[in-house]
């Protein structure tokens, strides 16, 4: 805004002042508003993350490459028939952190008492880690899978073993219908019982060697139904998702989670919007202290406006003078925020809330295996957009004011004398 | 422009009617008045004779109901708001009874702040503040702020802000009405002198017989009318 040279930034910043209390009570509002609005989307942010990162594991990572058709209808006959050369296009990509070929598909499991119908998962113990495997962070009877080609062996989920009346070295008879529509049959031995603190997923966990998987379906030796790609940061899964796209073979979809599970992208966006609207409440009040502060304060000097349209000063320039106010308020504003809110920020996104007792001993949020500690982690962006929205804000709360201010009448303010 | 040897500021006709509530206030009714270049001029009467009101039309601060108010040849109510305004900062200076500084300016700051308005170069506007503040007494409280000055060194704070910008017309309504009588002769010899050696045309609109004494000429305004009209030697 062309305001000549009218030293309006300083008489602003001086302004603001002159009333310590009522500035100091407005800041202090927008430290809390804006501390609010973090703590908000930090727990958000961590906490959708960390579901994404879980579901990732659990599924088919944050980039699945599988059948175009999988996603609509999975079978085992929709697979990537060459996962490995998948593996080796993903792992070329920036932000790909870790590939694994993956073999999914309905099964049932019976012993000589019990039966139960169930989802299994088929990996290579040797290509899966922590990062890409949820389960091997959990509690252990038993071993995890050691290989591949291991042979007769089954990691059940603990509700699941209870279900089938089974402990470590019991059989289970596991029955799946090949790839060529056969039924065929497979005799394992339990070799390790895993509590992951997700009750659907205990109930329902099957783990297989893929080696022995492949062999019972007819796969062949490089073939799966789906290959997991990993990535250092799930807002890339777009991106990467598109690059991936250009570099597979013909005759296979690549799909970033949020496609892949529509369900949990469906329960993030509801959750998300909720939060949104929760910080446009929390901006909104903001707004209307911040605005009271400012009418009060231009309603208390519409004589000082009047006297300064009397020496000369434009509509304009008074108008932008309370505009610098309210500028300098959203800037006091947010670094009081940052210094203010630093250290519990440092605090939370290291130590966390511990919500296990709130969980009440289940850690899982719509069917995804939860951390019971809330940590406050907010992304970049978010933190630049609750500034923006602090700015924003501020802003548009100046702008009566600031409008009053540019219409004192300068004979009415000195008739008043 | 007016020209060289016309006035610079002339009243024909002027009425105001002002609305207070229900009631109709008729602060000046057919006002005319002529005012020359370095005039050192007093408008008395009595409480509501309408001396506050032709300053306020001189100053481009209100609109006549009636009548032309025309200052350096451009008649005020054909003027735009902005215009208006453009005019206060560029060719009228004010002082005001009350003093009216901008409290979070010091001294300097208040004195320089119609050049800066205009955008007057910075080491001519340090120039002329320096100067005009040494002229008023008060070298050495340039970086004081309203606050840490008398009323009076207010007053000279104020004359200062208005002769600064070289106005063709400074107004003062009451500019004695709030300090001692020392106080308001330092004020009156400050203005007088620089109407004297600046040329500096002055429009008083006063109660004060001090100021009265000083004028070298005094109208009398009574019922929104000149009764009197005396020039002194």
């Not at chain 1, 579901?51 to 980039?63: K, L, P, S």
């Not at chain 1, 989802?119 to 949820?134: H, K, L, N, V």
């Not at chain 1, 603990?158 to 060529?180: F, I, P, Q």
């Not at chain 1, 799930?234 to 369900?263: F, I, K, T």
């Amino acid at each position: 805004m062309a305001t000549g040279n009218a030293k309006l930034a300083t008489m602003a910043w001086r302004n603001i002042w002159r009333n310590r209390r009522r500035t100091l009570i407005t800041v202090f509002g927008i430290v809390f508003g804006v501390f609010m609005a973090v703590l908000m989307t930090g727990i958000g942010d961590s906490t959708y993350g960390q579901m994404i990162d879980h579901a990732a594991r659990m599924g088919g990572g944050h980039v699945v490459v599988q059948h175009p058709d999988y996603q609509r209808l999975p079978t085992l006959k929709k697979t990537v028939p060459d996962a490995e050369a998948v593996e080796a296009a993903a792992a070329e990509l920036p932000h790909v952190e870790g590939t694994t070929s993956r073999i999914t598909g309905a099964a049932m499991l019976a012993t000589a008492k019990h039966s139960q119908g169930t989802f299994f998962i088929a990996i290579d113990p040797e290509r899966e880690s922590e990062d890409t495997f949820g389960i091997l962070e959990g509690r252990w009877e038993g071993e995890p899978l050691t290989s591949a080609d291991q042979e007769h062996a089954v990691v059940l989920g603990a509700v699941m073993a209870e279900n089938l009346g089974v402990k470590l070295g019991s059989k289970v008879v596991y029955t799946v219908t090949d790839k060529g529509g056969e039924i065929v049959s497979g005799l394992v031995r339990v070799v390790g019982i895993v509590t992951t603190g997700a009750p659907s997923l205990d109930a329902s966990l099957c783990v297989l060697p893929i080696g022995e998987i492949r062999r019972s379906l007819g796969y062949g030796p490089h073939e799966s139904t789906m290959v997991a790609v990993f990535i250092d940061d799930h807002r890339e899964a777009d991106a990467v998702s598109e690059a991936l796209a250009a570099r597979v073979p013909e005759g296979v979809a690549v799909l970033p989670w949020n496609e892949a599970q529509p369900d949990l992208a469906g329960f993030i966006a509801m959750k998300q919007g909720g939060a949104v609207v929760f910080e446009v409440i929390i901006m909104v009040l903001l707004a209307a202290g911040i605005f009271n502060t400012l009418f009060v304060s231009v309603m208390e000097r519409l004589r000082e406006f009047g006297i300064m349209s009397a020496i000369g000063f434009s509509q304009r320039q008074l108008f932008a003078l309370v505009m610098w106010e309210s500028s300098w308020l959203a800037l006091v504003g947010l670094v009081g925020s940052v210094v203010a809110i630093a250290g519990p920020y440092i605090h939370l996104s290291t130590n966390g809330f511990d919500m296990s007792k709130m969980m009440g001993g289940s850690a899982e949020v719509a069917g995804v295996a939860m951390d019971p500690i809330l940590y406050v982690r907010i992304h970049p962006e978010s933190a630049l957009s609750i500034a923006a929205a602090v700015v924003l804000a501020t802003l548009v709360s100046g702008l009566y004011p600031a409008w009053r201010a540019g219409r004192a009448n300068p004979a009415d303010a000195i008739r008043v004398v | 422009m007016a020209d060289d040897d016309g006035p610079i500021v002339k009243l024909e006709g002027v009425h105001k009617t002002y609305r207070q509530g229900e009631v109709q206030v008729k602060a000046l009714r057919g006002l005319d008045l002529s005012v020359q270049p370095g005039e050192f001029l007093a408008i008395t009467g009595p409480s509501g004779s309408g001396k506050t009101t032709a300053l306020n039309l001189i100053g481009a601060l209100d609109e006549p109901s009636e009548g032309s108010v025309v200052v350096e040849g451009r008649d005020l109510a054909r003027m735009s708001r902005a215009e208006r305004s453009r005019m206060r900062r560029d060719r009228i200076g004010f002082v005001f009874q009350a003093y009216n500084l901008v409290p979070v300016l010091t001294a300097y700051e208040n004195a320089e702040m119609v050049m800066r308005l205009q955008g007057t170069d910075p080491e001519k506007r340090r120039e002329r503040v320096m100067s005009l503040l040494r002229e008023v007494g008060l070298q050495g409280m340039e970086d004081r702020r309203p606050d840490q000055l008398s009323g009076g060194q207010q007053q000279r704070v104020a004359i200062a802000r208005a002769i600064a910008s070289d106005p063709v017309v400074t107004l003062a309504d009451e500019p004695t009405a709030n300090v001692d009588s020392a106080t308001a002769g330092k004020l009156l010899d400050i203005m007088e002198k620089l109407n004297r050696e600046q040329g500096v045309t002055f429009i008083f609109s006063t109660h004060d017989p001090r100021v009265m004494e000083r004028a070298r000429r005094v109208v009398r305004l009574v019922d929104g009318r000149v009764e009197q009209d005396e020039t002194r030697a």
